[in-house]
C-alpha cells in the first residue's frame, strides 16, 4: 500500500512564501519519480517533479520561484513556493510514479490573497 500524505498548506499574501511537504511510505530510491501537482478545472496540472536520479522539471510558471527538494533518509520531498500570487491558489497534491503507475496523496490547500 503506497501512501503519500500532504501538509504546510495554507492562508498566505501575495508575495508571501510556504513550504508543502509530503510523507511518503516508499524508499524514494524505489520511485521513478516524485512530483506535486496542483487542480485545475477537470485535470491536475504538473507543477515540479524529481526523478529517481535527482533531476527536476518545472512547469513554466512557477520557473525561478518555486523549488523540489526531497529527504531520502526521511522518505520526505518539499516544495518550497516563493513569490506566491493569487495565481497560484489550489490544492496541490504529492503524486509518485512506479512501474507507470501513479499514487497520490488526499491535497492541501494552498490560498494566496490579500
Known amino acids: 500500500q503506497v501512501q503519500l500524505v500532504e501538509s504546510g498548506g495554507g492562508f498566505v499574501q501575495p508575495g508571501g512564501s510556504l513550504t508543502l511537504s509530503c510523507a511518503t511510505s516508499?524508499?524514494?530510491?524505489?520511485?521513478?519519480?516524485m512530483g506535486w501537482y496542483r487542480q485545475a478545472p477537470g485535470k491536475r496540472d504538473l507543477v515540479a517533479s524529481i526523478?529517481?536520479?535527482?533531476?527536476?522539471s518545472y512547469a513554466d510558471s512557477v520557473k525561478g520561484r518555486f523549488a523540489i527538494s526531497r529527504d531520502a533518509a526521511k522518505k520526505m520531498v518539499y516544495l518550497q513556493m516563493n513569490r506566491l500570487s493569487p495565481e497560484d491558489t489550489a490544492v496541490y497534491y504529492c503524486?509518485?510514479?512506479?512501474?507507470?503507475?501513479?499514487?497520490w496523496g488526499q491535497g492541501t490547500q494552498v490560498t494566496v490573497s490579500s
Open positions: 503524486n509518485a510514479t512506479i512501474l507507470r503507475r501513479d499514487y
Open positions: 516508499e524508499n524514494i530510491f524505489n520511485v521513478n519519480s
Open positions: 526523478n529517481v536520479g535527482g533531476t527536476t
